[in-house]
């Protein structure tokens, strides 16, 4: 059986992976600007890995709720997605 506290752990963890992602850009634009490509590729893996992570966290958020019956609720669907 999965718990409420399950898919809230699982939940924070994706929440916290979809957060790390989001300032990735700047940061690879601004070392590319400086001529750092090292940093750069570093920091483009790093994005990589994060998003591996969500969309393992994706995948497991999605097998709890459907473990639940919690995905449809009054004819609505939550779909949800990691973009690449």
Do not use: W
């Not at 940061?27 to 090292?38: K, S, T, Y």
């Not at 483009?44 to 890995?49: H, N, P």
């Not at 995948?59 to 609720?73: C, D, H, Q, T």
Request: proline residues 1%; negative net charge; charged residues 30%.
């Amino acid at each position: 059986m999965v718990t409420g506290t399950v898919r809230r752990d699982v939940t924070e963890v994706l929440l916290g992976v979809l957060r790390s992602i989001e300032p990735y850009e700047a940061c690879i634009v601004e070392a590319e600007r400086d001529g750092d490509l090292e940093v750069a590729t570093f920091l483009r893996e790093l994005r990589r890995q994060d998003i591996v992570r969500a969309r393992e966290a994706t995948r497991l958020l999605k097998r709890s709720l459907g473990r639940a019956n919690v995905v449809e609720m009054g004819g609505a669907h939550a779909e949800l997605s990691v973009g690449s």
